[in-house]
């Protein structure tokens, strides 16, 4: 079964910090781009960063270039976001999911339970 399960979210003020990690199993994971994206409740899904397979070019929302990293590790399966620099419109859910195009297009699937992290001011 694919899974992949996002964690590490949690309650931290402006400014701080968070690092979120996606632990994959049930496919090979290192063929695969990993995307986190993040979606309110009632509200559109945006694409946060993305991360290739085979190159790991990452790409990055405006609103996060430059305060977040996204790495992969591909013995261990898991998609890290180090998160800096929070601010509290990045309260969210936060997902992640296999990108099925090397992050060129936003095509995502086989996402779980997010994580949520929420930024006070």
């Known amino acids: 079964e694919v899974q992949l399960q996002a964690s590490g979210g949690g309650l931290v003020q402006a400014g701080g910090s968070l690092r979120l990690s996606c632990a994959a199993s049930?496919?090979?994971?290192?063929?695969?781009?990993i995307v986190w994206f993040r979606q309110a409740p009632g509200k559109e899904r945006e694409g946060v960063s993305c991360?290739?397979?085979?190159?790991?070019?990452?790409y990055y929302s405006d609103s996060v270039k430059g305060r977040f990293t996204i790495s992969r590790d591909n013995v261990k399966n898991t998609v890290y976001l180090q998160m800096n620099s929070l601010r509290p419109e990045d309260t969210d859910v936060y997902y992640c999911?296999?990108?099925?195009?090397?992050?060129?297009?936003?095509?995502?699937?086989?996402w779980g339970q997010g994580t949520l992290v929420t930024v006070s001011s």
């Open positions: 049930g496919f090979t994971f290192d063929d695969y781009a």
């Open positions: 999911a296999i990108e099925l195009t090397m992050c060129e297009e936003s095509k995502y699937e086989k």
């Open positions: 991360i290739a397979s085979s190159d790991k070019s990452t």
